[in-house]
C-alpha cells in the first residue's frame, strides 16, 4: 500500500533557484526518510527526521515535518545540474520493519 | 567501511525461464536485507525482508521467491519469469530497522 506521496511528480526549475517537493503520508510515523536516485542508479540516503523533529539541514538541504498535517517538505537551495535526479520519501512506522516509498519527484536542473 | 554488491546489472531473459539475482554486503555483520522492484519511472514496491539467516518475510504475493543462505547474501529467485516481472530490482540493508537503508545499483532486468 502506498504511504508517501510526493508532489509534484515532475518539476523543472533554472539552475541557481531552490526547489521545493513535498510528501504526504496516511498513518503514524517513526521516521521519514528522503532519497535521491540518478537515473538508471540505486538510491542515495539523503537525509532522516524523526517524528520528534520539525526541521532538518544537510548542507544545502532543508527538511521539514508537519506530523499535525502527515507532510513533509524538502527544499534544496541554489540548485545545480547535478541535483537533477527523482526524489523519493520514504516512511518508518512505529513498529514496522520497513520502508515505504512513495512515487517520487523528478527533478530537473536546466543550466 | 560498507559496500553492497548486486549482480549481474542487466539481464534479458526468455518468459518462462528461471532467474537468479545475488546481492551481497560487506563490512557490517546481522544486517536487515531488502529486495524491491522499481517499474519505470515509478516507486519503489517492498518485494522482501529479511533480519537474519533464513528468515524472509514476503511483502506481495508473486511469481518470485527469496533466500537468506549466509549473512550478508540475498537471493532473490523465480522458477518461471513472466513478462510482468521486467523491472530494476534492488537490494538494500540496514543495521538498525528504522535507520537509513544503503542501495546497491540495481540489476535492469527484461523478460522477454
Known amino acids: 500500500s502506498q504511504q508517501g506521496e510526493e508532489d509534484p511528480q515532475a518539476l523543472s526549475i533554472q539552475e541557481g533557484e531552490n526547489a521545493t517537493m513535498n510528501c504526504s503520508y496516511k498513518t503514524s510515523i517513526n521516521n521519514l526518510q528522503w532519497y535521491r536516485q540518478n537515473s538508471g542508479r540505486g538510491l542515495v540516503h539523503l537525509i532522516l527526521?524523526?517524528?520528534?523533529?520539525r526541521e532538518k539541514h544537510s548542507g544545502r538541504l532543508r527538511v521539514t515535518l508537519d506530523t499535525s498535517k502527515k507532510s513533509s517538505s524538502l527544499l534544496i537551495t541554489a540548485s545545480r545540474a547535478a541535483d537533477t535526479a527523482s526524489y523519493f520519501c520514504?516512511?518508518?512506522?512505529?513498529?514496522?520493519?520497513?520502508?515505504?516509498f512513495g512515487q517520487g519527484t523528478r527533478l530537473t536542473i536546466n543550466p | 567501511s560498507q559496500t553492497i554488491h548486486q549482480w549481474p546489472a542487466t539481464l534479458v531473459q526468455p518468459v518462462g525461464s528461471p532467474l537468479s539475482l545475488e546481492c551481497t554486503v560487506e563490512?557490517?555483520?546481522?544486517?536487515?536485507l531488502y529486495w524491491y522492484r522499481q517499474a519505470a519511472g515509478r516507486g519503489l514496491q517492498l518485494l522482501f525482508y529479511?533480519?537474519?539467516?533464513?528468515?524472509i518475510s514476503s511483502e506481495v504475493p508473486q511469481n518470485l521467491s527469496a533466500s537468506r543462505p549466509q549473512d550478508r547474501q540475498f537471493i532473490l529467485s523465480s522458477k518461471k519469469l513472466l513478462l510482468s516481472d521486467s523491472g530494476f530490482y534492488l537490494c538494500?540493508?540496514?543495521?538498525?530497522?528504522?535507520?537509513?537503508?544503503?542501495f546497491g545499483p540495481g540489476t535492469r532486468l527484461t523478460v522477454l
Open positions: 538494500a540493508w540496514n543495521r538498525e530497522t528504522y535507520n537509513e537503508q544503503f
Open positions: 520514504a516512511t518508518v512506522t512505529q513498529g514496522a520493519q520497513k520502508l515505504v
Open positions: 527526521i524523526r517524528s520528534n523533529e
Open positions: 529479511s533480519v537474519g539467516i533464513g528468515q
Open positions: 563490512g557490517t555483520s546481522n544486517p536487515n
